[in-house]
């Protein structure tokens, strides 16, 4: 049985069912275009605020952009009030013609939760169904919401929430099946995920704990949840997209190379540079070189090249020792 199939959703039809999440300071244009070549079908941008959107900040410009081999992209956007919402989504709309806009209910920071924003909002699903309703009434793109359990584990109330996204117009929910107290810790509960699937009318995406190809068919293979969003599992890892969908598809999981996955980490770098100049690429590619390194031989010297890179010569000496620490034990 082939499990990898598109979703509909709305007035949009993805490619197939496996997506990256937006993850802050992962999930850029330049990572998102990795990924589009490893396999994976719709990647979503890093959260967006709506705030600085309607007041022109230009690092927006810098998360919205959008690499030559995405054919489209989802934007998600973070904000408490419906109207600066809705206005955001119409810019985003109008300049960037995503293919779907999501709405930020699950991040945990606290930044962003002190401004009524994230996670903040499951404590509030009448704000949710609002703000999903002024967006749908202000764009025809589809609007797509992404959730948490709840707020923490004495207000698990994430039907109620997804409900109200639901009847505010949302064409898909997602859900992060951990609650916002819990964060990253702990194990998310599967259950939720099919629980919300049989509750809802609209598709349904699991979230949390996908770490490998198997964990996506264990979920898929029910029928019930439409699609699956790669986030920590991805970091360092875009082949996962393309071992997943082997499996899905009833073929052998591929397994890259110690060369592929440096050529992969080279291009990666490349294309930062194309968006932030050098000085703030090389910077802003420490985690990301890191995330590369988990698991390989040698690791804990090249992170330690890694994390002191701070120009183009830097990382030719650090891509240099990968290359020979591989070769040495080839």
């Known amino acids: 049985m082939?499990?990898?199939?598109?979703?509909?959703?709305?007035?949009?039809?993805?490619?197939?069912?496996?997506?990256?999440a937006p993850v802050a300071g992962y999930s850029d244009a330049a990572f998102r275009s990795i990924c589009a070549d490893a396999g994976c079908d719709l990647a979503f941008t890093?959260?967006?605020?709506?705030?600085?959107?309607?007041?022109?900040?230009?690092?927006?410009?810098?998360?919205?952009?959008?690499?030559?081999n995405e054919p489209d992209y989802a934007v998600q956007l973070f904000?408490?009030?419906?109207?600066?919402?809705?206005?955001?989504?119409?810019?985003?709309?109008?300049?960037?013609?995503?293919?779907?806009?999501?709405?930020?209910?699950?991040?945990?920071?606290?930044k962003i939760v002190k401004t009524g924003a994230g996670s903040a909002l499951m404590r509030d699903p009448e704000r949710i169904r609002a703000i999903v309703a002024a967006m749908t009434g202000a764009v025809r793109t589809p609007v797509t919401v992404k959730i948490r359990l709840g707020w923490d584990d004495a207000s698990v109330n994430y039907l109620e929430a997804a409900a109200a996204a639901v009847e505010g117009g949302a064409a898909a929910v997602t859900l992060h099946a951990r609650t916002r107290e819990r964060g990253y810790a702990g194990t998310a509960d599967r259950r939720a995920?099919?629980?919300?699937?049989?509750?809802?009318?609209?598709?349904?995406?699991?979230?949390?704990?996908?770490?490998?190809?198997?964990?996506?068919?264990?979920?898929?293979?029910?029928?019930r949840v439409a699609g699956v969003m790669f986030a920590r599992?991805?970091?360092g890892d875009p082949f996962i997209f393309s071992r997943a969908r082997a499996a899905l598809e009833g073929l052998p999981e591929p397994a890259e190379?110690?060369?592929?996955?440096?050529?992969?980490?080279?291009?990666h770098l490349g294309l930062s540079l194309r968006h932030y100049g050098e000085r703030t690429a090389c910077v802003e590619f420490r985690k990301q070189a890191c995330a590369y390194l988990k698991g390989v031989p040698g690791g804990a010297?090249?992170?330690?090249?890694?994390?002191?890179?701070?120009?183009?010569?830097?990382?030719?000496?650090?891509?240099?020792?990968?290359a020979a620490e591989a070769a040495r034990r080839a």
């Open 79 to 110: 904000g408490s009030r419906p109207e600066t919402m809705a206005s955001a989504a119409v810019i985003v709309a109008e300049r960037w013609r995503p293919a779907l806009i999501d709405v930020n209910c699950g991040c945990p920071v606290p």
């Open 2 to 20: 082939n499990l990898h199939v598109p979703v509909r959703v709305g007035s949009y039809t993805t490619r197939g069912n496996l997506f990256l």
């Open 233 to 235: 599992g991805a970091m």
């Open 46 to 68: 890093e959260m967006v605020s709506s705030e600085a959107l309607t007041r022109g900040h230009l690092k927006t410009e810098v998360l919205l952009a959008r690499e030559d």
């Open 193 to 223: 995920f099919f629980a919300l699937a049989d509750a809802l009318p609209v598709p349904v995406f699991a979230s949390g704990d996908l770490f490998s190809a198997k964990a996506a068919v264990d979920i898929l293979s029910g029928g």
């Open 257 to 267: 190379t110690a060369a592929e996955r440096m050529s992969v980490a080279r291009r």
């Open 301 to 322: 010297e090249l992170r330690r090249l890694a994390v002191g890179c701070s120009t183009l010569a830097d990382y030719d000496g650090f891509f240099d020792a990968w």
